[in-house]
């Protein structure tokens, strides 16, 4: 048997929590019970997909903490696709300070300089990741501080030990090369894809251009 999210509903998961509560409820250990069958239960484990499902559940939950997040549209369809999927589970994750997947050592916005080449200044930094739904592209800004690079004046990287979620933008949505995440740097693009970040071809759109990572020297 299988649990399956229909793929063409536009209901909203915020207008239905009863199924919210029901898909956070099933864990690997839950069981159904079915009521004058003679006592008949089946184990969650018996419908593939829906640990799928529950687990998008409870990230979606998880994210309702995240500033800007009321205006986030999370449809039924959403549990359908994997790209949204992979949304989730990552706006999950970035809810919780100790599990935020957004890379905290040295990134170089510009791949061919070393570190050894550059100038530090203590600054702020902004970093966009994009995250694609149903029907709208977010962007969730994380900002930390730390230092800046730079090569030949130009900022070239960054340094933070630790980043909080500021706000979620909810833009148009623009089609992407990858399933996944993606870290805006600028000339490069970061994909979160099983568990690591992985280099990939920048996203390009009505707004691409504009979200980029943002800098501000102390």
């Known amino acids: 048997m299988r649990a399956l999210a229909d793929p063409d509903s536009d209901a909203l998961l915020a207008d239905h929590p009863v199924l919210l509560d029901f898909l956070t409820t099933c864990r690997p250990e839950s069981v159904f019970c079915f009521h004058g069958r003679d006592g008949l239960t089946l184990d969650v484990t018996h419908f593939d997909s829906l640990g799928d499902l529950a687990?998008?559940?409870?990230?979606?939950?998880?994210?309702?903490?995240?500033?800007?997040w009321d205006a986030v549209p999370?449809?039924?369809?959403?549990?359908?696709?994997?790209?949204?999927?992979?949304?989730?589970?990552?706006?999950g994750a970035a809810a919780d300070p100790q599990t935020q997947p957004i890379p905290r050592g040295l990134l170089l916005t510009a791949p061919e300089v070393e570190e050894q080449d550059c100038d530090t200044a203590p600054g702020s930094v902004s970093v966009p990741v994009v995250c694609n739904l149903a029907?709208?592209?977010?962007?969730?800004w994380f900002s930390g501080h730390g230092s800046v690079l730079f090569h030949d004046g130009d900022v070239c990287g960054f340094k933070?030990?630790?980043?909080?979620?500021?706000?979620?933008?909810?833009?148009?949505?623009?089609?992407?090369?990858?399933?996944?995440?993606?870290?805006?740097?600028?000339?490069?693009?970061?994909?979160?894809?099983e568990g690591r970040w992985q280099e990939s071809d920048a996203d390009t759109g009505p707004w691409a251009d504009d979200v980029r990572t943002r800098f501000q020297l102390d």
């Open 74 to 91: 999370v449809m039924v369809k959403d549990l359908a696709s994997s790209e949204s999927q992979n949304s989730l589970l990552f706006l």
């Open 135 to 140: 029907h709208s592209s977010l962007v969730v």
């Open 55 to 68: 687990r998008c559940a409870a990230a979606y939950r998880d994210a309702q903490s995240l500033d800007g």
């Open 160 to 193: 933070v030990p630790a980043f909080r979620v500021d706000t979620i933008e909810v833009l148009p949505r623009v089609p992407s090369r990858s399933l996944f995440p993606r870290v805006q740097l600028g000339p490069r693009t970061l994909t979160w894809d």
